[in-house]
């Protein structure tokens, strides 16, 4: 549970007040964050995104590489998203992009090699856009692709400001299940 009896229960209640130089994001803001709307980005550009990120797994498992890709509303510098691939001193494989397109980052780490299932891809797309939602409003949520000797595994971590939100963390060899439940999850614990 959470740490503080007066944390704030729903993401539209939620004031970030963190590091000086951090963006602030006031109450009245917050109550216009629609999770399921990023006005910078079209759905077709979370779409396109989701693709590339069911793509991701299919290069992991083929090169047994580690895959990060993670959303993080603590930095300052405009570069929300870290896209990183560890193949493993191949040195093939080695990606880092720290940017604010996330859409391109992935285009550029994880090209289409096949179809992806369209209604996972939009399921997908839908959990994207509330991670750069909730990223937005002050928190880090990351994923971890890896292979583990056997089998292709994802690991999903939502983290709060200052230790006030307790960490979620879950693995799972399913991809949109993992990524679903932690979108479960946070909702629950938003609305406490």
Same mark, same amino acid.
């Given at each position: ?11 539209? @209640?939620? &004031? ?9 994001? &006031? ?12 006005? @910078? ?76 299932? @369209? ?24 994923? &971890? ?20 939100? @307790? ?26």
């Amino acid at each position: 549970m959470l740490s503080r009896p007066d944390f704030p229960t729903r993401l539209s @209640e939620f &004031q970030v007040v963190s590091r000086p130089t951090a963006r602030t994001l &006031q109450k009245s803001e917050a109550n216009d964050v629609d999770p399921s709307v990023d006005p @910078e980005v079209s759905p077709d550009d979370w779409l396109e995104s989701a693709r590339h990120v069911l793509a991701a797994s299919a290069i992991v498992t083929r090169e047994k590489a580690l895959v990060l890709i993670k959303f993080d509303g603590e930095r300052c510098n405009g570069n929300l998203y870290t896209v990183d691939i560890d193949g493993s001193g191949n040195g093939l494989l080695d990606f880092r992009q720290e940017t604010s397109d996330l859409s391109g980052a992935v285009l550029k780490a994880f090209p289409l090699e096949t179809e992806s299932d @369209e209604s996972e891809a939009e399921m997908l797309a839908a959990v994207l856009r509330k991670w750069d939602a909730w990223a937005r409003a002050g928190f880090v949520l990351g994923l &971890q692709i890896f292979w583990n000797g056997e089998t292709t595994f994802y690991s999903v971590f939502i983290l709060g400001e200052h230790g006030m939100f @307790e960490r979620i963390g879950l693995r799972d060899s399913e991809l949109l299940g993992v990524m679903l439940e932690s979108v479960r999850q946070f909702e629950a614990r938003m609305d406490g």
